[in-house]
């Protein structure tokens, strides 16, 4: 099975920066489709932050300038470099990798970090 292992949470001063980062045991991160990052606040629905797919990146509205999603040299990691924070990028954040073993097939694989706590206070 596919485990993701996430780190690079904390507490920072808003204007502050944090990086996380994402790795899944056993396999690189070009093995996937798509890897992202997703958040989540107490009492509120997990939402999406930044996707990154054969290169491209897709960001959310709200973090779009301020948020960047990359892989290092060897696609072994995906990262999210955060900049800027505020503190309603207050959440837990998660990790998602989708595999897509056959793409004529309407069936691909979800797979998800234990996510890690980001917390943007004075």
């Known amino acids: 099975q596919v485990q993701l292992v996430e780190s690079g949470g904390g507490l920072v001063q808003p204007g502050g920066s944090l990086r996380l980062s994402c790795a899944a045991s056993g396999w690189s991160i070009s093995s996937f489709y798509t890897m992202g990052w997703y958040r989540q606040a107490p009492g509120q629905q997990r939402e999406l932050v930044a996707t990154?797919?054969?290169?491209?990146?897709t960001y959310a509205d709200s973090v779009k300038g301020r948020f960047t999603i990359h892989t290092d040299n060897g696609e072994t990691t995906v990262y999210l470099q955060m900049n800027s924070l505020k503190p309603e990028d207050t959440a837990v954040y998660y990790c998602k990798a989708v595999w897509r073993p056959d793409p004529a097939l309407a069936h691909d694989y979800d797979y998800w970090g234990q996510g890690t706590q980001v917390t943007v206070s004075p």
């Open positions: 990154i797919t054969s290169g491209r990146a």
